[in-house]
Structure formats: structure tokens, C-alpha cells
């Protein structure tokens, strides 16, 4: 008999107490038949995302740094899995999304990440990044080219993880560097089914042309090498 493995699912979260208990029981209702941790890597909330946490006897983890690079990086020194599934408070999942994950890992992918679609005006935002994006010829997204971002659900063997040094501690765009070593040093993949949803409230509170434009600049600016603590200043947290 096959022995599945662990998997850590570390959710990056401040000042969620809407939304903790909705994603813990997401996770909980998986199909997946291994064993699975939850630990909530919280930035500092000043709510009831602790409390409301702890009272469904999760791991909670209170980052001395606030910062999801910090977070994650913290909360992977306690986690216990085999892989580590790092998501964002304001995710859905769809109830195969771990069975999924592990069978990618099965396959020899050392991790990865999902293809994803916004809770609501999912079109209007897909449609405004394939036009900023220039995607007319290539039609392929970062994601299809191993680049993934927090809302793709990173997800990468402990032990790859390790060996990588886990994020670079730096205030924006730890994801995108992050999946950049990834997949120059390790096979990854993008799950493309089941979709993770996430949410359209940034879309939705800072503008749908905003929003995207400011992705886009910020992706590029990074690139050319502008200090991501100059970047940080430029996209607040919106609640």
C-alpha cells in the first residue's frame, strides 16, 4: 500500500478574522487520504484571525517579522510535511486540490503551482492581463512558464525547499524570485485543473486597470533590478 505524503499547508495571513475559518475548512474537507497540517503563519493581526485560529486547533505561528517572506520562512522551520502548500487566507479550494498536489509530486515534479481564477469578474481580469501583457502571439501567462506567484499556491517538497534556502527575505516579490530558482534548479509544474479561486477585493477596492498595470510594472521594475523595498512602497496592503 502506498504511503501518501504529509502534506503543510501554511496559510499567510494579517488581519483575517472574516476569512481564517472559511480557508481552515477548506483544507479540512480535502478528499485527501494522507495526513495533512495546517499552520496559520500570521504577519502581526491586530483582529480576532489568532483567536478564531486557535480555536479550531490549528499550529498558529506569530512572525517576528511582518513580511509573507518572514512568515512563510518561519513557518516552514515548524512544519512537519513532506511538502509544504503555502496559500493566502482569501483562497478557495475545490475538494481535490491536495489529491491533485501529491499526484503532481508523485510524477517526479519536485513542486509547482495551480492555475487559478478569480471569484468574481474573472474574465474582465484575465481578459485586461492578456491585453496588457501584449499576449497576442505568445498566449502563455508567467504561470505557464514556472513562474508563480503567492495566488498560485506555491507548493515544492520540503527538502527542495531547504536546499533552496526557502524566500529571500525581501518585502515584495519573494514569490516570483522564489519559483525563479525553483524551476532553474528542479522540474516543476503548473496543475492546471483543479483551479485554485482566489479573490477579486484588490481588483475590486484599488481599480481593475490599476491593478494590473501595477502588477505589470512591478514585475518589470524588479527585473531591472529597483530594490523591492522601494517596490513594497508602491503596493500597500489593502485592508
Known sequence: MQVLPKISAIIVALNEEELIRQIINELRQQDYEGELEIILADGGSE?????????????????????????????????????????????????????????????GYAGGGFANEFDTHNGRIKQLGHYLNFRFVDKREQSDKGIFYGDNGIFVLTHA????????????????????????????IKIKS???????RRHLKAGFLRTRIQWILIRILFKWGISPHFLSKCYKNIR
Open 47 to 107: 483582529d480576532k484571525t489568532l483567536a478564531l485560529a486557535q480555536k479550531e486547533g490549528i499550529k498558529v505561528l506569530l512572525s517576528p517579522t511582518k513580511g509573507r517572506a518572514w512568515q512563510m520562512n518561519a513557518a516552514a522551520e515548524i512544519a512537519s510535511g513532506d511538502i509544504l502548500f503555502f496559500v493566502h487566507a482569501d483562497m478557495r479550494f475545490r475538494e481535490n486540490t491536495l489529491s491533485a498536489l501529491a499526484r503532481s509530486i508523485a510524477k
Open 194 to 200: 483543479p483551479r485554485i479561486i482566489v479573490s477579486s
Open 161 to 188: 525547499f531547504k536546499k533552496l534556502e526557502g524566500f529571500r527575505e525581501i518585502p515584495i516579490m519573494e514569490d516570483y524570485d522564489f519559483s525563479r530558482r525553483l524551476r532553474n534548479e528542479f522540474r516543476t
